[in-house]
């Protein structure tokens, strides 16, 4: 139909006349998608870091990765997940020994106590199996919208976004989709990305934010985006050469 407004994501219009309060992003449609197209052939299928072998351990990772490097986690949880990788054997094995696979993550005592709740919750009130909608994931003890999130994305292949600070940080920095909290940022993003860039968009992000993009000082001599990104903060208006990274090389940045 001609004419038509167009909708967001979500199949609603602003109303006529009326501008949201929030900051919008700086990026017209065009750029914000040329961003996700070059991240994409930097890495066209990018991966998570945390390792896991069912929706369940996925779970586990992702609530004990809270405040913890994706490699300190891995390192405790390989041991774990041989033992115990359903939420049944999570509870033979029992608070205590738990405890000691994970106790070289921080917050360990309190993050085994949820691992064992977690699990109880999921054989009582699900069968054993993970559910597969946010509402419910968030009702498990440990489980934010984060953890559904990436959970959401990994184990079930939902588009999702989970915010995490280098995503919060690099849609501040960039004026990407600026927000005060990590749900502000994530509406804006749901909205702004691009449908055929949104399942990997997240990941791309946090690679970006972990290896270019990063905290203390961005490397922008290394970025691909550099004559897009509008930050205050870049020290290079030259993109970095647009090539595929070989996996060696993604394995060794990280
Ligand atoms: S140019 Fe610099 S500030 Fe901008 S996205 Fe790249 S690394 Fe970040």
């Known amino acids: 139909m001609k004419n038509a407004k167009p909708k967001t994501k979500t199949g609603t219009a602003p109303a006529p006349g009326r501008r949201s309060a929030r900051p919008r992003s700086a990026y017209t449609p065009d750029e914000i998608r040329e961003i996700f197209r070059r991240f994409s052939i930097q890495r066209p299928e990018p991966k998570g870091e945390l390792e896991h072998v069912n929706p369940f351990t996925l779970v586990v990772a992702v609530a004990l990765s809270a405040q913890a490097t994706d490699a300190g986690v891995n390192k405790a949880t390989r041991a774990l997940f041989a033992v115990a990788d359903t939420p049944e054997k999570m509870l033979a094995l029992g608070e205590d020994r738990v405890r000691d696979y994970i106790k070289t993550i921080g917050l360990f005592r309190n993050k085994a106590k949820n691992v064992i709740a977690l699990s109880r919750k999921l054989v009582d009130e699900f069968g054993g199996e993970v559910p597969r909608s946010r509402e419910e994931l968030v009702t498990l003890p440990g489980v934010g919208r984060k953890t559904a999130n990436v959970v959401l994305s990994m184990a079930f292949g939902q588009a999702t976004m989970a915010v995490d600070t280098h995503i919060f940080r690099i849609a501040n920095r960039i004026c990407l989709a600026p927000g005060k909290t990590p749900d502000e940022v994530e509406a804006q993003l749901m909205r702004i990305v691009p449908d055929d860039y949104l399942y990997h968009a ?53």
Request: hydrophobic share 40%; with cysteine.
């Open 202 to 254: 997240h990941h791309w992000l946090i690679l970006h934010g972990r290896y270019v993009c990063k905290a203390r000082k961005p490397d922008c001599e290394r970025c691909v985006i550099a004559d897009i990104c509008k930050s205050p903060e870049k020290s290079c208006d030259i993109p970095a050469p647009l090539v595929e990274l070989p996996p060696q090389a993604v394995a060794a940045a990280q």
